[in-house]
């Protein structure tokens, strides 16, 4: 979401609110056109004021934000706010624009007031920043300095009002829809009313697809599901990137998180919001066909260059773990669970897709019912009370545990201990995609251990799955022994001795898939008191993951999305020169090749 703010402030040189400036309106070389509308809108302007005195009565020093004497207070007593107000700056078919008209308005009563009146504009486009200037300026010379615009979007609008404290509420009780609708937007949980989920679930879908149902072959509504919970990382290079993303952002819930000046780049993405990971869950198995028409979609953005996949196939291992999880759930769903956008009881009861999920069950329902005779019992005993309840992916941008100078350091960045870091993940249902740099592993899906025997803290009870991923033709079995939690990188070694699981997943091994299992005995003298369950997964097939054998459709997707080596198609061999030395492929590094080809008649 875009928004812009400004308060009214009288002034002898214009306002910053208006689009234009009192020297622009006093100009002798400029004709200001008198505009149809104008006089109404000051009279609607003008009757408020009547109406209302002791709102628009200046407040002088003594309150808060007091400042010199005389001055009016910072602090607004009205706030008059556009809603989706970019069309306010389109031309109308008689000459004028009506952000023009307000802007003059605002402008005239700004110079003779000193009111502590803020009017704000908000749309989910950056065009809500695109006032014009008047119009006998031409639209090119809106930019007023150096190249920045007028109105640079504000879009600092916060997360997560509406979360619950960590410490005022359980981890069992996590998965409740009163606790998941608190994260991210206070939209959601503002339309939840006396404790009864009544249509937000379907207004979440509406929003997330701009439209009433889910077509999963319109592309942008399937990235739109797809983005929320396997968080896809656009490629900023291809040709279609800046557009798709700027329909995200207006029509598909993605967020804004800044611009640059003249806002021709925009930072976004889907942020970690587990309740519309819910309702992306469940339009995502709506129909038995609907996963499927996603993954096509995806397939064919993913050969087109516009959607990265990784260099060590990250968004393949996202899309199976994931997928596993939402296929298993969907076999035998809790009675009492929200499964449906239709759901419209007591707000207590547990979403589907972020309820707490065996261990010892998951990992038997991907690997195989082998999986635990291979472990051995003790292995199975030692996870018996253990569970996993992710509904999303999101990404870090460091390690795990960086580098701090606690002399040089704020409380805000200060680091959350191993502990705390994966409590507060379980809370919100979150699984992590590490940094490109995090040594040893790519991955942390966080586990809980339900064990009365087990201390009253619930940091006590934690321990992750450390999952590291491999797309290359050889084996990087030995590779999985150097995983360990406790790296200066990581440090997250149980205070309780629990035990954790390390998963390399070397997917993209053709011949001879293999999965192998181990899980040493405790040794005292060791440094880590915890043990570690360790996995070696190799090749996309069914006999790895047996569960795929009734999915033959979503495992050629997901091949195809792993295997993924031609360039994007709009690449010519000229194109692909001037990206040299980007590849250690012919087409970009022999110059001779398009000499040979001039040559040729």
């Not at 700056?89 to 402008?107: D, Y």
């Not at 547990?350 to 991907?366: G, M, P, R, T």
């Amino acid at each position: 979401m875009s928004l812009k703010g400004s308060k009214l402030k009288a002034s002898n040189e214009g306002t910053d609110v208006a689009p234009t400036s009192e020297k622009t309106l006093k100009d002798e070389k400029v004709e200001v056109p008198k505009l149809e509308g104008e006089s109404l809108l000051i009279d609607a302007f003008q009757g408020m004021v009547i109406a209302m005195p002791h709102i628009f009565a200046p407040v002088k020093s003594g309150g808060k934000g007091k400042g010199k004497e005389g001055e009016g207070d910072n602090e607004p007593k009205l706030v008059i706010a556009f809603d989706e107000a970019h069309p306010l700056s389109k031309l109308s078919g008689k000459g004028f624009r009506p952000s023009h008209i307000l802007g003059r308005v605002i402008n005239s009563y700004s110079r003779n007031n000193d009111a502590p009146v803020w009017v704000v504009f908000a749309s989910t486009t950056s065009q809500v920043a695109d006032f014009s200037a008047p119009q006998v300026i031409h639209n090119s010379q809106r930019v007023a300095v150096a190249g920045e615009l007028l109105y640079p979007p504000y879009t600092d609008l916060g997360w997560d009002q509406l979360a619950t404290p960590l410490r005022d509420i359980l981890a069992n009780d996590v998965a409740k829809f009163h606790h998941i609708v608190g994260f991210g937007r206070p939209l959601w949980k503002s339309h939840v009313q006396e404790k009864v989920v009544d249509g937000v679930m379907e207004l979440a879908a509406q929003k997330l697809c701009k439209s009433k149902s889910f077509d999963p072959r319109v592309t942008n509504q399937a990235l739109a599901v797809l983005s929320q919970r396997f968080g896809l990382d656009i490629c900023f290079g291809h040709p279609d990137a800046v557009s798709y993303v700027e329909t995200a952002v207006a029509s598909h819930l993605r967020v804004c998180f800044s611009t640059t000046e003249d806002r021709i780049w925009s930072h976004t993405g889907y942020p970690s919001e587990p309740f519309l990971s819910c309702v992306a869950a469940m339009l995502l198995h709506e129909t038995p066909n609907s996963l499927l028409q996603a993954l096509l979609v995806l397939k064919e953005k993913v050969d087109g260059g516009m959607v990265e996949t990784g260099q060590s196939g990250e968004l393949t291992s996202r899309l199976l773990l994931r997928l596993a999880k939402d296929l298993f759930i969907r076999e035998n769903p809790s009675e009492d669970a929200i499964q449906d956008l239709r759901y419209n009881k007591s707000e207590d009861a547990e979403l589907l897709d972020c309820q707490k999920v065996s261990v010892i069950k998951f990992l038997a329902y991907l690997f195989g019912t082998t999986f635990w005779p291979r472990a051995g019992k003790e292995a199975e005993t030692a996870f018996q009370h253990a569970y996993i309840n992710f509904s999303h992916w999101v990404p870090m941008t460091e390690f795990i545990s960086p580098t701090v100078d606690p002399k040089h350091t704020t409380a805000e960045e200060s680091r959350c201990d191993g502990q705390e870091w994966t409590l507060r993940h379980w809370h919100r249902t979150s699984a992590v995609q590490c940094c490109h740099l995090q040594p040893l592993v790519d991955k942390m899906i966080p586990i809980y251990f339900d064990d009365p025997a087990l201390g009253s803290e619930d940091t006590e009870r934690v321990s992750q799955i450390f999952i590291s991923d491999k797309a290359g033709k050889r084996r990087n079995v030995r590779e999985l022994s150097h995983i360990t939690r406790t790296h200066e990188t990581i440090q997250c070694l149980s205070l309780s001795g629990l035990p954790y699981i390390a998963l390399l997943l070397d997917l993209n091994v053709d011949l001879d898939p293999q999965l192998d299992v181990t899980f040493p005995e405790r040794d005292p003298g060791h440094p880590e008191t915890d043990r570690c369950l360790r996995i070696y997964a190799s090749g996309m097939s069914d006999t790895t993951f047996p569960f795929l054998k009734q999915y033959p459709d979503v495992t050629i997707q997901l091949r195809g999305i792993l295997s993924r080596q031609k360039e994007a198609p709009s690449e010519t061999a000229l194109q692909a020169l001037v990206k040299f030395g980007s590849t250690a492929r012919s087409r970009n590094l022999r110059w001779e090749v398009q000499q040979q080809s001039q040559l040729k008649p």
